[in-house]
Protein backbone atom coordinates (compact mmCIF):
# COMPACT_ATOMS: atom_id res chain seq x y z
CA UNK A 1 0.00 0.00 0.00
CA UNK A 2 1.16 3.54 -0.83
CA UNK A 3 2.16 4.65 2.44
CA UNK A 4 1.40 8.17 1.36
CA UNK A 5 -1.81 7.57 0.44
CA UNK A 6 -4.64 7.97 3.40
CA UNK A 7 -5.81 4.72 5.18
CA UNK A 8 -9.49 3.72 4.88
CA UNK A 9 -10.46 4.86 8.43
CA UNK A 10 -8.87 8.37 7.47
CA UNK A 11 -10.51 8.65 4.01
CA UNK A 12 -13.93 7.79 5.66
CA UNK A 13 -13.67 10.46 8.34
CA UNK A 14 -12.50 12.99 5.96
CA UNK A 15 -16.10 12.24 3.61
CA UNK A 16 -17.97 12.93 7.01
CA UNK A 17 -16.25 16.09 7.95
CA UNK A 18 -16.70 16.99 3.98
CA UNK A 19 -20.27 15.85 4.29
CA UNK A 20 -21.26 17.90 7.21
CA UNK A 21 -19.68 20.82 5.96
CA UNK A 22 -21.84 20.28 2.71
CA UNK A 23 -25.01 19.79 5.16
CA UNK A 24 -24.65 23.20 6.41
CA UNK A 25 -26.49 26.65 4.60
CA UNK A 26 -24.01 28.85 2.47
CA UNK A 27 -24.25 31.67 5.32
CA UNK A 28 -22.77 28.68 7.96
CA UNK A 29 -19.94 27.45 5.52
CA UNK A 30 -18.80 30.89 5.08
CA UNK A 31 -18.77 31.24 8.90
CA UNK A 32 -17.21 28.29 9.69
CA UNK A 33 -14.26 28.86 6.96
CA UNK A 34 -14.02 32.21 7.96
CA UNK A 35 -13.04 31.44 11.56
CA UNK A 36 -10.33 28.92 10.04
CA UNK A 37 -8.72 31.24 8.34
CA UNK A 38 -9.34 33.95 10.79
CA UNK A 39 -7.49 31.45 13.64
CA UNK A 40 -4.93 30.21 10.56
CA UNK A 41 -3.66 34.09 9.26
CA UNK A 42 -5.79 36.35 11.10
CA UNK A 43 -8.25 38.66 10.52
CA UNK A 44 -6.09 40.88 9.01
CA UNK A 45 -4.52 38.51 6.59
CA UNK A 46 -7.59 37.15 5.39
CA UNK A 47 -9.79 38.47 2.48
CA UNK A 48 -13.21 38.51 1.54
CA UNK A 49 -12.05 36.92 -1.66
CA UNK A 50 -9.84 34.35 0.39
CA UNK A 51 -12.89 32.91 2.11
CA UNK A 52 -15.18 32.90 -1.28
CA UNK A 53 -12.15 30.88 -2.21
CA UNK A 54 -12.08 28.48 -0.15
CA UNK A 55 -15.65 27.79 0.36
CA UNK A 56 -16.02 27.91 -3.54
CA UNK A 57 -18.15 30.79 -4.46
CA UNK A 58 -17.95 33.85 -5.72
CA UNK A 59 -17.10 36.75 -3.58
CA UNK A 60 -20.59 38.41 -4.54
CA UNK A 61 -22.19 35.26 -2.41
CA UNK A 62 -20.26 35.78 0.25
CA UNK A 63 -21.42 39.75 0.53
CA UNK A 64 -25.14 38.85 -0.08
CA UNK A 65 -24.91 37.09 3.43
CA UNK A 66 -22.40 39.00 4.91
CA UNK A 67 -21.78 42.82 3.52
CA UNK A 68 -18.60 43.52 4.84
CA UNK A 69 -15.86 41.67 6.18
CA UNK A 70 -16.74 43.44 9.92
CA UNK A 71 -19.96 41.87 9.67
CA UNK A 72 -18.85 38.88 9.16
CA UNK A 73 -16.04 38.45 12.13
CA UNK A 74 -19.26 39.78 14.46
CA UNK A 75 -20.84 36.81 13.08
CA UNK A 76 -17.99 34.64 13.58
CA UNK A 77 -17.60 36.27 17.25
CA UNK A 78 -21.25 35.33 18.10
CA UNK A 79 -21.00 31.97 16.93
CA UNK A 80 -17.83 31.05 18.80
CA UNK A 81 -19.57 32.54 21.85
CA UNK A 82 -22.59 30.64 21.52
CA UNK A 83 -20.76 27.05 20.91
CA UNK A 84 -18.84 27.94 23.80
CA UNK A 85 -21.96 28.86 26.01
CA UNK A 86 -23.82 25.77 24.41
CA UNK A 87 -21.01 23.24 25.65
CA UNK A 88 -19.99 24.46 29.19
CA UNK A 89 -23.32 26.23 30.58
CA UNK A 90 -25.08 24.23 33.15
CA UNK A 91 -22.24 20.98 32.92
CA UNK A 92 -22.00 19.50 36.28
CA UNK A 93 -25.25 21.36 37.72
CA UNK A 94 -26.25 19.73 41.35
CA UNK A 95 -22.60 18.01 41.83
CA UNK A 96 -20.79 19.58 44.56
CA UNK A 97 -18.82 22.71 43.82
CA UNK A 98 -15.00 20.67 42.87
CA UNK A 99 -17.14 18.39 40.60
CA UNK A 100 -19.16 20.61 39.12
CA UNK A 101 -15.62 22.85 37.94
CA UNK A 102 -14.41 19.84 36.62
CA UNK A 103 -17.43 18.88 34.82
CA UNK A 104 -17.39 22.18 33.08
CA UNK A 105 -13.57 22.69 32.27
CA UNK A 106 -14.00 19.33 30.46
CA UNK A 107 -16.73 20.39 28.46
CA UNK A 108 -14.70 23.09 27.20
CA UNK A 109 -11.51 20.59 26.97
CA UNK A 110 -14.25 18.56 24.56
CA UNK A 111 -14.99 21.54 23.01
CA UNK A 112 -11.19 22.29 22.07
CA UNK A 113 -10.67 18.93 21.42
CA UNK A 114 -13.64 19.01 18.88
CA UNK A 115 -12.81 22.04 17.33
CA UNK A 116 -9.41 23.38 17.75
CA UNK A 117 -9.74 26.11 15.73
CA UNK A 118 -11.38 27.67 18.11
CA UNK A 119 -9.09 27.98 20.26
CA UNK A 120 -6.45 28.63 18.09
CA UNK A 121 -9.01 31.85 16.96
CA UNK A 122 -9.34 32.67 20.68
CA UNK A 123 -5.64 32.70 21.03
CA UNK A 124 -5.21 35.16 17.79
CA UNK A 125 -8.11 37.38 18.34
CA UNK A 126 -7.56 38.52 22.54
CA UNK A 127 -3.79 38.82 22.42
CA UNK A 128 -4.19 41.06 18.84
CA UNK A 129 -5.18 44.42 21.29
CA UNK A 130 -7.46 45.64 19.07
CA UNK A 131 -11.52 46.43 19.04
CA UNK A 132 -12.55 42.66 18.23
CA UNK A 133 -10.65 41.21 21.36
CA UNK A 134 -11.20 43.98 23.77
CA UNK A 135 -14.85 42.89 22.36
CA UNK A 136 -14.75 39.30 22.60
CA UNK A 137 -12.80 39.28 25.89
CA UNK A 138 -15.93 41.49 26.93
CA UNK A 139 -18.27 39.12 26.50
CA UNK A 140 -15.50 35.81 28.04
CA UNK A 141 -15.52 37.94 31.19
CA UNK A 142 -19.06 38.03 31.42
CA UNK A 143 -19.12 34.49 31.30
CA UNK A 144 -16.70 33.91 34.13
CA UNK A 145 -18.88 36.41 36.15
CA UNK A 146 -22.08 34.50 35.62
CA UNK A 147 -20.34 31.82 36.65
CA UNK A 148 -18.69 32.74 39.80
CA UNK A 149 -22.34 34.56 40.53
CA UNK A 150 -23.72 30.68 40.41
CA UNK A 151 -21.75 29.13 42.54
CA UNK A 152 -21.81 32.28 44.73
CA UNK A 153 -25.31 31.98 45.06
CA UNK A 154 -25.32 28.02 45.77
CA UNK A 155 -22.74 28.91 48.35
CA UNK A 156 -19.31 27.15 47.33
CA UNK A 157 -17.47 29.83 46.64
CA UNK A 158 -16.42 33.17 48.67
CA UNK A 159 -16.99 36.95 47.89
CA UNK A 160 -13.90 38.30 45.82
CA UNK A 161 -12.21 40.45 48.69
CA UNK A 162 -11.50 43.12 45.33
CA UNK A 163 -14.67 42.04 42.84
CA UNK A 164 -12.74 44.10 39.95
CA UNK A 165 -9.13 43.03 40.32
CA UNK A 166 -10.31 39.48 41.95
CA UNK A 167 -12.22 39.01 38.67
CA UNK A 168 -9.15 39.86 36.50
CA UNK A 169 -7.23 37.09 38.05
CA UNK A 170 -9.74 34.48 38.12
CA UNK A 171 -10.66 35.48 34.05
CA UNK A 172 -6.34 34.89 33.76
CA UNK A 173 -6.07 32.19 35.52
CA UNK A 174 -9.22 30.31 33.71
CA UNK A 175 -8.12 31.29 30.22
CA UNK A 176 -4.02 31.06 30.57
CA UNK A 177 -4.27 28.15 28.12
CA UNK A 178 -5.50 31.19 25.37
CA UNK A 179 -3.33 33.71 26.48
CA UNK A 180 -0.24 32.20 27.08
CA UNK A 181 -0.35 30.26 23.68
CA UNK A 182 2.08 32.31 22.25
CA UNK A 183 4.37 31.30 24.60
CA UNK A 184 3.45 27.88 25.89
CA UNK A 185 6.16 26.47 22.99
CA UNK A 186 8.60 28.73 23.40
CA UNK A 187 8.97 29.81 27.11
CA UNK A 188 7.58 26.50 28.81
CA UNK A 189 8.08 23.86 26.33
CA UNK A 190 4.28 22.56 25.82
CA UNK A 191 2.34 22.30 22.74
CA UNK A 192 -1.06 24.42 22.97
CA UNK A 193 -2.97 22.78 21.14
CA UNK A 194 -2.11 19.35 22.52
CA UNK A 195 -5.17 17.49 24.08
CA UNK A 196 -2.96 16.26 27.10
CA UNK A 197 -1.44 19.50 27.82
CA UNK A 198 -4.77 20.90 28.22
CA UNK A 199 -5.58 18.89 30.10
CA UNK A 200 -2.47 19.24 32.36
CA UNK A 201 -3.56 22.66 32.33
CA UNK A 202 -7.09 22.19 33.35
CA UNK A 203 -6.06 19.85 36.44
CA UNK A 204 -3.58 22.93 37.76
CA UNK A 205 -6.17 25.28 37.25
CA UNK A 206 -8.37 23.37 39.72
CA UNK A 207 -5.62 22.84 42.24
CA UNK A 208 -5.19 26.54 42.19
CA UNK A 209 -8.52 27.37 42.51
CA UNK A 210 -10.15 24.80 45.32
CA UNK A 211 -6.68 24.41 47.28
CA UNK A 212 -4.53 27.23 49.01
CA UNK A 213 -1.04 27.57 47.39
CA UNK A 214 0.59 28.77 50.68
CA UNK A 215 0.08 26.80 54.01
CA UNK A 216 -1.42 29.44 56.78
CA UNK A 217 -2.85 28.90 59.85
CA UNK A 218 -2.42 25.80 62.40
CA UNK A 219 -1.00 23.32 59.68
CA UNK A 220 1.22 25.65 58.55
CA UNK A 221 5.14 24.37 59.10
CA UNK A 222 6.99 26.88 61.48
CA UNK A 223 9.62 29.27 60.45
CA UNK A 224 12.69 29.70 62.92
CA UNK A 225 13.55 34.21 63.20
CA UNK A 226 15.68 35.57 61.69
CA UNK A 227 16.10 32.47 58.82
CA UNK A 228 15.34 33.87 55.18
CA UNK A 229 15.90 32.19 52.07
CA UNK A 230 17.03 34.39 49.29
CA UNK A 231 16.40 34.07 45.74
CA UNK A 232 19.16 31.99 43.95
Known amino acids: MNP?????????????????????????????????????????????????AEVGVSLGAVVHHFPSKHDLEVAVQRDVTEQILDAVHGAGVGLDVVEQLRARRQAWLELLTRSPEIGAYLSRILTARNEGS???????????????????????????????????????????????????????GMTGSDTEVLERLQRCELDLLTRPLFLTGPDAPAVRKGSRRTAP
Open 4 to 52: AAPSGGADRASRRVSARFSDLSLAAQIRATALRLFAELGVGGTSMRTIA
Open 134 to 188: VELAKVLVEGIRAEHAELLEQGVVRRLDDPEAGMVLYFSIVHASVFLQPFLTSVF
